[in-house]
DNA sequence: CCTTTTATACTCTTTCTGAGCATAAATAAC
DNA sequence: GTTATTTATGCTCAGAAAGAGTATAAAAGG
């Protein structure tokens, strides 16, 4: 049985979460475990600085699964797909990298047509629910509500991956057997949307408790520009002042003596990372505002 | 490249959370991937239920790595291991279920003679730092502060993994190829301590904010049974009454008619899980409080 | 000068959390 | 049979944290 790495390596460029992706946007980079890397970790590594020529900053294993891709396939043969989260900085940008809400339009809770969309889902679910044995109907409405939102639920964005295994079993992505008219949203080749969707569930729920936007800002930045991007990733706008407090009692940032050059109001003060704070295993923990403000 | 599959196999019994070890208890259950296994989470079900001739709960996958044990090995023979957290219920004891206090005695704060040996750790690890490079003195030295606290840092429940990894280097465990005199607890065979440390930390982390204590206790129980099952496998003492606010409010459990064969005191209701409640999904969270008392 | 926009400071209310005090209902000790 | 001890359970209170609003500062654009 072979084995394969597989990538959701994860930059924010223009106030976007972005993912590199191959075979035009259809899936996530992968390669071969070879023998002559030590650790897994560390043949991730070089194995996505080699071929992206960045340096990768925070990096974590997702998940290891068994690919169900390939049918046909003698068994023996099917291969472990061991997949990783690594966050790096943005770069040039370029066609491989794309938006992670192409394929998941439904968890960008910050544009307004979103919520069209997600009630749009949310009637056609409800259909396919209709269609259900009658045992299940509550059960499976009650998953509807509390993944999709309505009836006074707050939107979860920690959800990703439910919201796509629902998708999935409804038929609603392309992904799935039983699809026949997708959700809109690009689709991806065998588990590969779906490891996506574990790769933003994670950083979505790492964000949370450990500075990891670290990796995705410049040396010197705004705190307007540090929300922006926690608020894309969470693609959850939050509330500023708020975000600030928590920022700031967190010690985790320190003022420098520039401000950045003004567009529109009143210019901005630069802040950038405390060195000592980042550092392996110093800080525990840096909230951020849980519920989000809509 | 061959893989295996390798369990942290967990049950509490007698207020002792335990797992399921071979060999004398120096390792971990662990069985070849076999082809017929639909999905690695199922064949993980199956192999184990095999084997041990009782259910599986929850279960969830910990940690996939590349053996590093077997030395003088071809490295393309080198085996892959995949490790699983999976929880289930007391059945009769035997000698193959093992206190996993026995490997990390180090990791129960409940004990008073647990005090005495940390603080020995400490001063071991203190004078390890002193052999070290003076740029890595006050590194190294938070670094044991942190995690075996004194300093007025609390014990933090959840760094078992990194207590072992730092013991590890300091030359403090069997499996640690600088060990001259191991700390007290018991070693298992490779990476097996290491896996269970994860499996430990993992678990002590999900009781927090889901209620996979649900597995351990009988259909029904008192409350002190389920504080006292909490507070063993978070090995942490906990405020009862904030432990049953906490517990109340979440709408988990509810009472039975029936009391407690009384011992001593005043006797205890029995209560029992909320079936509607445990399924699938339908708890977003179960609360804990999240700084113990002493 | 006035409006708009972005940045930042401060306040207020509600909820959550840690901790303690008090009472109830049983057994054990005298 | 009192009294002490143990376990179970109810209630209160102070401080911290979280959600949300008001107010002010500093720029650009008309």
Redesign the interface.
Known sequence: ???QLIAVLVAVQNDTPKVLTLGAGRSLPAGP?E???R??QNGMRLWVEQQTGRRLGHIE?L????D?QVLGVP??E?S?L?SYLALTHADPPSENWRSWYEYFPWEDQMRAQTQRLVADITLRLKSWVGTLAAEEHE?QL??VV?LFGGDGEVW?DQLVL?RYELLWEAGMVTESPLCEEPVVGMSMDGDHRRILATGIARLRAKIRYRPVFYEFMDETFTLSALQRTVEVVAGQAMHTQNFRRLIAQQNLIEETPDYAPVSRGRPAKLFRFRREMI?E??I?GSKLPIVFSR
């Open positions: 049985m072979s084995s475990l023998s002559r890397h650790s897994l294993q998940y290891t699964f068994a169900t068994e023996l099917r472990l061991i059960r009650r998953r509390r979860d439910q550092e295993g110093q525990m």
